[in-house]
């Protein structure tokens, strides 16, 4: 007969847990920050570089990818210059509005900024779109990028030239208008749905303006970001990590059995008068076998979940003004011989 030998994973690996996953968490996304804002200052220095060169495609391709990543005051002003030069004066106003309302009044680079916001604005075309009251629509979508009715109130800065609206509704099929501007053009699109079935009507209805109808409050929504590959990285890694700490649930509720009965039959050998009470071998090695694949499971639960959640909650979301989610709720497990606890969530 072997009396088994107790492990200190025992405890401490069910104890130790949260705290354990907590911190992988906050570690990750710490780390995450801080290697966004480290790029984001290395690609600014070699665009200016660039662009100090003469080599403004590169300079400026540099200044957009920082941004993408870390917008400051510097980097949002190099870019609206990129997008002068550029002839995207729509972009251009958009991106010193934003640069202006991160400094102080009393910053030199203010008077700057204000400047060229002055000359910029009369220029730039607006474009207004009106969703009458009781049409259906559920998303218009201008040059690619869709908003939600909701989101419409304000005009929307454009660059000079043809744009493509796309006007949706449930259950009809998409209209789609193309619209010319020109610079300093104000002009209202009135966003009405095709008629139900597969004949649709594409004629727009567009009413020209001498003036904005509304006054703009600094440039329009931006474009939602892409749907990133980091969301689907996240869910699979988290998944496994997932099914991780369901197999470190199950394992260690095998485990507390086991050393459970172990225990009360020494206790019970133990006794005045002593009672006869025997620990089979196979318990024995049953329990010996478990005690690392338990650890492991615990390690690739914890890492799985942590760098998985990190993934999707920092990923660009793919609807706009919306952030990754995710929520986790503790399951009760039961097994023959045993029991644990496994996470049930959802991203």
Known sequence: MTTPVRSPFRGACLVAAPLALALVIGGAAYADEKD???????????????????????????????MSLFAVANTLFNVAQCDEGEGKIAGALEHWERGLALIDAKDPRAKV?????????????R??????????VSAVVLDGTEFA????????YVEPGTHVIVVRAEGRPDRKHELTLAEKERTEFVATPAAPGPAASSSANVVPTATASATSTGGGTPPPLPASFRRTAGFIVGG???????AAGVTGGIIMSKSSSFDACIQRRNATPPETCEIKQEDVDTYNNLLVPNAVAWGVGIA????????????????????????FVPVPIVVPGGGGMGLSGRF
């Open 36 to 66: 966004d804002k480290a790029r984001a200052q290395q690609l600014f220095v070699e665009g200016r570089k660039a662009i100090e060169a003469g080599d403004k495609a590169t300079g400026c391709a540099k200044m957009r990818e920082s």
């Open 113 to 125: 900024a204000k400047d060229r916001i002055n000359a910029l604005s009369p220029r730039v075309p």
């Open 149 to 156: 009715p909701t989101a419409l109130s304000a005009p929307l």
């Open 127 to 136: 474009l207004r779109i009106v969703v009458p009251p009781g049409q259906p």
């Open 240 to 246: 496994v990590g997932v099914a991780g700490l369901v």
């Open 304 to 327: 799985g979940v942590g760098v998985g959640l990190v993934l999707v909650l920092t990923a660009p979301s793919s609807k706009e003004g919306e952030a990754g989610k995710a929520s």
